[in-house]
């Protein structure tokens, strides 16, 4: 599955039909939530707690998280990973941003189907070396089912920055 297209647009593989998405987030209004905090730890220990779903629930700030199965670190674009929630429901994630250490983005959905349109993101800026800008965002411009609408509206900018709380919390520990 391509990534990234020159001119920062994100190209949705033709398996899952064209869905060309425009990353000018200020166009996109309260459909697109951003946190961010520096974090007193190294990008690489801070990426490899993202990168591997079974980490995930440790540092979920919305508290949907249950498990994942071990052995699905993720290590490129098209990578796909499933994680159970704690409603018992399984979601299979298609990872569509991947640069090793400093950026992961996937999109969400019901194993087997196209994913609705939101999109997680993480991205990590050291600041020096023993500290880490962490951007964490929620993205669902994309999203069209009308049935998620209040979900989507209800992950602010507080749980994404619970998300990052607890993601330092694990990362400065070591």
Same mark, same amino acid.
């Given at each position: ?23 000018? @987030? ?18 690489? #220990? ?8 079974? #980490? ?9 998280? @249950?498990? @994942? ?65 962490? !951007? ?19 992950? !602010? ?18």
């Amino acid at each position: 599955m391509p990534g990234f297209a020159e001119g920062g647009r994100r190209l949705w593989g033709s398996r899952w039909g064209a869905w060309i998405e425009c990353m000018a @987030a200020e166009a996109l209004g309260d459909r697109v939530v951003s946190a961010n905090r520096v974090i007193a730890a190294g990008a690489e #220990q801070i990426f490899a707690l993202i990168a591997d779903p079974v #980490q995930q629930p440790r540092w979920d700030g919305n508290d949907n998280l @249950a498990d @994942a199965p071990a052995g699905q670190r993720v290590r490129a674009v098209g990578d796909r990973f499933t994680m159970t929630t704690t409603k018992g429901n399984v979601r299979e994630n298609h990872v569509v941003e991947f640069d090793e250490g400093r950026r992961i983005a996937w999109l969400p959905s019901e194993p087997g189907q196209r994913p609705p349109g939101h999109l997680w993101r993480w991205q990590l800026e050291p600041v020096d070396e023993g500290h880490t800008r962490v !951007t964490h965002t929620y993205d669902w411009s994309a999203l069209t089912d009308e049935k998620r609408f209040a979900r989507a509206r209800a992950t !602010t900018a507080d749980r994404l920055r619970a998300s990052l709380g607890r993601l330092a919390e694990l990362a400065e520990r070591g």
